[in-house]
């Protein structure tokens, strides 16, 4: 067993799990307060950042560890957990890239964050181009549609 | 305080810890006895994969929660831990995104895992281009002269 501690957590944002329309988020991530404030130096000479979060509001009883079509979608293939990139999913981590907007003492701004108020924050990586796919990315027609309406403004 | 269990173990790849030179890196994923086979149905449909892993061979004493040099070297800026990707950082995440090869029942067979031989894997999440930062990536000079060898073949 691996034991985390939440570095900070992620404050404004949306207060309700929704599938989709994530384009207008803007959201703050806050340091706790095991965490020094430097933590944060230079990051915004960077900007994107990968956000690794927690799932907080999942129950045990709700993950999945073996294959379902994704959103409960059956025009979609049943396919396993590690092939989709659903919340409900062994150790409940989720991972978004995001733009940084500023940095302001003990909190950072983002855009695109797709984790509501509360949601604890374990970890905070700088992105770097070197780090992207080297290569064509390749993935299945069903991933592209689950995706259409992701990242839509609301309304 | 957040619990993980591994979801699967990398097997293969290099044995010692290094910065650079990854670029041959060809590693396993098996999956942990509590998780079903199907779980990686469907990931050979994408061409990358993020793994999530944890730094297991590092101690406690050694984690930086502050800032410093990255890599120690005094040529580049101190920044802070969340500024930088160096592994010596709170909760010990590794995320990388790697070449999917291979997906053989149990083993998913990886190609740019910076992971070495028996670090625990607590997350594999297929790679969707609508994920990938979908503005131009900025990053500080030091960055990139960081990752100069990185990527590069040993010898």
Same mark, same amino acid.
């Given at each position: ?5 939440? $570095?900070? *957590? $992620? ?6 799990? $929704?599938? #989709?329309? =994530? ?10 307060? !095991? *965490?020094?404030? @430097? ?16 799932? #907080? ?11 379902? !079509? ?5 025009? =979609? ?7 989709? /990139?659903?919340? %409900?999913r062994?150790? /409940?981590?989720?991972?978004?890239? *995001?733009?940084? @907007?500023?940095? #302001?003492?003990?909190?950072?701004? *983002?855009?695109?964050?797709? %984790?509501? #108020? ?5 970890d905070?990586?700088? $992105?770097?181009?070197e ?6 990315? /390749?993935?299945?027609? =069903?991933? !592209?549609?689950?995706? /259409?309406?992701? =990242?839509?403004?609301?309304?």
């Open positions: 067993m691996i034991a985390l501690t939440p $570095v900070g *957590v $992620v404050r404004g944002g949306r207060g309700v799990v $929704v599938d #989709d329309y =994530w384009g207008d988020s803007r959201a703050t991530i806050e340091l706790a307060d !095991h *965490v020094p404030t @430097e933590s944060l130096d230079g990051i915004e000479a960077f900007s994107h950042a990968e956000i690794i979060f927690f799932f #907080d509001r999942l129950d045990d009883t709700s993950i999945v560890t073996g294959a379902r !079509h994704p959103r409960g979608n059956t025009a =979609w293939p049943r396919v396993g957990i590690f092939a989709q /990139r659903g919340k %409900a062994p150790n /409940r981590l989720g991972a978004t890239i *995001v733009q940084i @907007e500023k940095r #302001d003492g003990r909190t950072l701004h *983002v855009r695109g964050l797709d %984790a509501i #108020d509360g949601t604890p924050v374990v905070i990586k700088p $992105v770097f181009a780090f992207l796919p080297r290569e064509p990315v /390749r993935q299945p027609a =069903w991933s !592209h549609e689950l995706m /259409r309406d992701y =990242w839509k403004r609301e309304g």
